[in-house]
Nanobody, 122 residues
Framework: QVQLVESGGGLVQPGGSLRLSCATS????????MGWFRQAPGEEREFVAA????????RYADSVKGRFTISRDNAKNTVYLQMDSLKPEDTAVYYC???????????????WGQGTQVTVSS
């Protein structure tokens, strides 16, 4: 049973920062690529960022490139999403995912967390 536990969401003003965390087991962390997706009301789930289990290769959506940073802490079996210069359009439920490759297609990721709400508003 693969479990992904997200934390760190909340309310932030435009231009502010938040850091999301996703914790899992050592086996999952060392086996799978880890990614973040988001879903706004009435919208489809969209790719945000991902990182490989080996070498820490990363991939970002164009909409967050230069503002968001994905990283992983191998000692804590945790992946992070540092979100800076947040905009109202970043408001969504953010989901952690585990999968085989750095694909942007949500259907190709194997496991999902429960999601954490991020709201960017003044």
């Amino acid at each position: 049973q693969v479990q992904l536990v997200e934390s760190g969401g909340g309310l932030v003003q435009p231009g502010g920062s938040l850091r999301l965390s996703c914790a899992t087991s050592r086996r999952t962390f060392s086996t799978y690529a880890m990614g973040w997706f988001r879903q706004a009301p009435g919208e489809e789930r969209e790719f945000v960022a991902a990182i490989t289990s080996s070498f820490g290769l990363t991939r970002y959506a164009d909409s967050v490139k230069g503002r968001f940073t994905i990283s992983r802490d191998n000692a804590k079996n945790t992946v992070y999403l540092q979100m800076d210069s947040l905009k109202p359009e970043d408001t969504a439920v953010y989901y952690c995912a585990a999968g085989q490759a750095l694909t942007t297609a949500s259907t190709q990721w194997d496991y999902w967390g429960q999601g954490t709400q991020v709201t960017v508003s003044s």
